[in-house]
């Protein structure tokens, strides 16, 4: 799991890095977003893809569900969703006309992530920008700590060595989190979803709702409380989870759902 290249950890780099936009990544969609209208650009939101032609694609409107999806000529099109998601939940015969979630399962995927993101009410001045923890007391422990992503299998739970990132925006952007407070979030490298021939034929919601069981609340809560123990090494850090006032969590499932991702890794088929 190599997120961040060793140039961007080394101290001697004042420099070079990573540069998030102030307002988060978020501003950057804003910006894109103003332009392309400004330049007549029409965005058909809450509308979904069910499939792609030669000259078409078939849409349906997320507002109206009891509405037939619709079919919308094009002399272009640009398929920006996961390629192993695309070829076959997308470009397909357009008589069909309720969306699926299915991926080809073929490929070699890089790792699943469980991303914690909270709201604290104290500044983590003990953090920087960019945070990797890694399991290294041993090469035993160390080599052991990558075994669910070489193995696809099992969990992250307390007592099993993993490691993780944690990314602190407000260290270089004081608009992510009031002052005094903070906002932090944290990457956990965890297996991929487990591709299910049953749910491709199955509605898109009824599948995802099946892929979402394979990362249950349990399997988070285990997490979390991993992570908690590892950061509580930090003294600053001990008591961090009183200090926590929200959270929004996201598995592999979440960003199969939200992003259309086979296998519900965020960084698909790169090498991560």
Partial sequence: FGLLAAIELHPSNQKSGVFAPIGGFQAVTDAVE????????????????????????????LSKPEH??????????????????????LLRPSKVKEPTFDWDDSFSFSSGVISFHWSVSKALDDLNTHNVFMTAGSRSTAEASWQILRENKGDVRSGIPFNFYVHRASKTDSTAAPEGCD??????????LLRDEECAKLPREEALLRY??????SVVDEARKAVLERLSALDS???????????????????????????GTPFALVSH
């Fill in 34 to 61: 103003r332009m392309a209208r400004d330049l007549g650009v029409e965005f058909r939101c809450h509308t979904m893809v069910t499939s792609v032609d030669q000259d078409s694609v078939m849409i349906k409107d």
């Fill in 68 to 89: 037939p999806a619709q079919r919308l000529q094009a002399d272009l099109m640009i398929i920006n969703a996961d390629l192993p998601y695309a070829t076959e939940s």
């Fill in 237 to 263: 850090l001990q008591d961090l989870e009183r200090h926590i006032l929200d959270e929004v969590v996201d598995t592999p499932a979440t960003w199969a759902d939200q992003f259309h991702l086979a296998a």
């Fill in 183 to 192: 906002s932090i979030m944290v990457l956990v490298p965890c297996r991929t």
């Fill in 212 to 217: 979402r069981e394979q990362f249950s609340e």
